[in-house]
């Protein structure tokens, strides 16, 4: 399984599931990750996520296929 570390923007308390799947190139548009997340291919906390602008956390695991996404806070400079 591939992992993948994303850092949260600094002061953004969350990043929404759609746009987590296409910033870290799971998906090729947000189009697609929208379809992929209502297609039930993705999962938040091992829990089937379908809703497409879900608010994930720091802390928070997102799986999708054969790879696994680590939310963390962003890191100080």
Excluded at 5 to 21: S, T
Excluded at 24 to 29: E, F, L, P, R, W
């Amino acid at each position: 399984m591939q992992n993948i570390e994303f850092d949260l923007a600094p002061g953004a308390p969350y990043i929404e599931v759609n746009q987590l799947l296409k910033v870290t190139g799971i998906s090729d548009s947000g189009g697609a990750a929208k379809a992929m997340v209502a297609d039930g291919m993705v999962r938040v906390d091992g829990a089937v996520e379908t809703r497409k602008t879900a608010k994930i956390r720091a802390g928070q695991v997102v799986t999708c296929g054969n790879v696994r996404i680590v939310v963390r806070e962003a890191t100080q400079a």
